[in-house]
């Protein structure tokens, strides 16, 4: 997919340990492609405080990055379908709990509701996961998702 002129949503789930390169990552791309980047996060993303930094830097980050302001209720979720804001949604991280939620139809977060409703545009979806418990624990919820 040529990326040139495209909009794409970028989301965060609550695999912390990740969030530096995902960063580092979103920073490359909006730097070397033409494109507008809508962050989104999970409630604990957007609300929580880690080892690995505090939430109120990650998102003046984010935002001055992408010069947008972050997505992080379901409210503001629920219209990325009907309103065909994206040409591709990452998620990226994605945690092992929010494979688990997709797999089994739970829309209860940011991120959970922008795959709903995205999807429902028949438009593309990239998960890169991150997860504690290697890969073995989340492989059913993948190989759900996948199908």
Do not use: W
Request: hydrophobic fraction near 40%; include cysteine; aromatic fraction near 6%.
């Amino acid at each position: 997919m040529n990326l040139d002129g495209k909009t794409i949503g970028f989301a965060f789930t609550g695999s912390f340990c990740t969030f530096r390169k995902t960063i580092d990552e979103m920073k490359r791309m909006k730097k070397n492609y033409n494109i507008n980047i809508i962050p989104i996060m999970s409630f604990n993303s957007y609300n929580l405080d880690t080892k690995f930094g505090k939430a109120k830097d990650f998102i003046e980050e984010i935002e001055e990055i992408t010069e947008n302001k972050i997505i992080h209720t379901i409210p503001g979720a629920e219209p990325i379908g009907p309103k065909k804001m994206f040409d591709i949604l990452i998620v990226a991280p994605c945690s092992g709990n929010t494979i688990a939620k997709l797999s089994n139809d739970i829309i209860d977060t940011p991120v959970t509701m922008a795959v709903k409703s995205h999807l429902r545009t028949e438009r593309p979806v990239v998960i890169a996961i991150s997860t504690n418990n290697a890969l073995s624990g989340s492989a059913e919820n993948i190989r759900k998702v996948i199908k």
